[in-house]
DNA sequence: AACTGTTCTTTGACAAATACAATTAAAGAA
DNA sequence: TTCTTTAATTGTATTTGTCAAAGAACAGTT
């Protein structure tokens, strides 16, 4: 799309001809992913609850540096491959997924944040539905016990501005649904909105606000103990996605 | 506060001293700025109209390649510079500008986007009012002339971009107001918003949603050939700055 | 001095969205 | 049957948004 097909003159040939990439300052990039997704927890056995948790996808490394800590996982960019591209690459060996939702967070540029040499990392968050996936090779933290642990490089950093992000779009955009199954009750959504905010939601405002996006499937839980609730499905917005999913 | 004073053991004090950056791919990175500002254009003599329009700082390159064409406020990110870094000193030697708000937007990779070589841009929009500016080295361009303009490089892309990340952001943050004089009126305020948001607002409406942000400056306008209007000034919130709008 | 055109500014009526309390519904478990 | 738990609904108050219409102040014209 952009400088292909143009007018070249005859000048520029002669500079391009000349040009030395070599002589000028060069620094590596890497595209580190940001998997986020909803899974329950058993954390009560006596009363059988099942509460959902945030969780995120880490790699252990086995190289230096940061030998040994868990790590975003990520790669080098190659010289004639895409970030899309890279992350694709990245997300197929060290975690198995793929054709997940992904967009660019933010790149983190900071001159000291690899002990190797100059690395810019271009940071990708990507949303997925966990029960759908089969992860090798990376291992699910809940967003709780991140902030206590020690990161590879900025990665603490880099973690708290993709839920940042995450909280400041869930509101307008329908992002949430990549990390829902196909079919859900409202209370397991809301609960995924109140992770995701950090706080608790009205259930009949929520129901309210949320219901339009939803479809019934029909179905209803069985077995829960209590009265059974609804289950939908995320209904397609009649114009398409969002504008500001799209990038 | 990245990797600064940690504990390195002494495996990855030998893996670092055997390093050779130069070994990997190696892609240079620009800084491109997306300076972004209102103004009044007299559009009509006759009429004594002075309607404002968005305004994007350009500069004809005149070096290869793209010689002739205009482009994006640019430059090299140092092998030692922060992009931050970068951007200052670009806008200082390329514009004249110092000490504009500035966040950043979106980091444009795509293989083919400069003849040169793989040159990532990472492009920072900023705001400023531009009565408190002294530009020299660059041009205004009205946002409507751009798109029929052929700029150097995917910079046609970085406009749009830049321009969709501003009407996403105009609703739920306060960054107009970098764009703002001190001192203006609610009309003139609107139409700025009404200029981002490409469609026109009810005044009433507008009048209500905005007056909390506001502070009576007590002055009215003068000399207007019609009702006064009330000047007001930006009114910074209790909490200090939005979330959203830090770095 | 009165009239006119302009647009800033305010008002009030109405609709829609939201907040919140309180109630009803439907299971499984005791 | 009764209790517990969560689902789902209902109703009311409040806030917020939409819209039309009227009033206010000034410059220019008659």
Not at 32 to 38: K, Y
Not at 107 to 115: A, C, K, L, Q, W
């Amino acid at each position: 799309m952009s400088s292909k097909n143009r007018a070249v003159d005859p000048g520029e040939e002669e500079f391009l001809s000349q040009y030395r990439p070599e002589e000028y300052a060069s620094i590596s990039i890497t595209v580190d992913a940001i998997v986020v997704g909803v899974a329950k927890d058993i954390t009560d056995n006596y009363r059988k609850l099942d509460r959902q948790s945030l969780k995120i996808l880490l790699v252990k490394r086995d190289n230096y540096p940061y030998k040994g800590s868990y790590s975003l996982p990520g790669g080098f960019v190659g010289e004639k491959e895409t970030f899309e591209d890279t992350l694709k690459r990245v997300l197929s060996i060290k975690t198995g997924l793929s054709d997940i939702y992904s967009e660019q967070l933010y790149t983190f540029g900071s001159v000291e944040r690899d002990p190797r040499m100059r690395i810019v990392s271009c940071a990708y968050i990507s949303l997925v539905d966990i029960s759908r996936t089969n992860i090798t090779g990376a291992e699910w933290f809940a967003v709780e016990e991140i902030p206590k642990m020690d990161l590879a490089f900025d990665h603490n950093q880099i973690v708290e501005e993709a839920l940042k992000r995450l909280r400041g779009k869930i509101d307008y955009t329908d992002i949430v649904f990549h990390m829902m199954p196909v079919e859900f009750t409202i209370s397991e959504l809301q609960e995924v909105y109140e992770l995701i905010l950090g706080k608790k939601l009205l259930p009949a405002a929520f129901r309210r606000t949320i219901s339009d996006k939803l479809e019934d499937t029909g179905k209803m839980t069985s077995n829960a103990g209590h009265r059974p609730s609804r289950i939908f499905r995320y209904k397609m917005p009649s114009g398409g996605l969002d504008d500001y999913e799209s990038q």
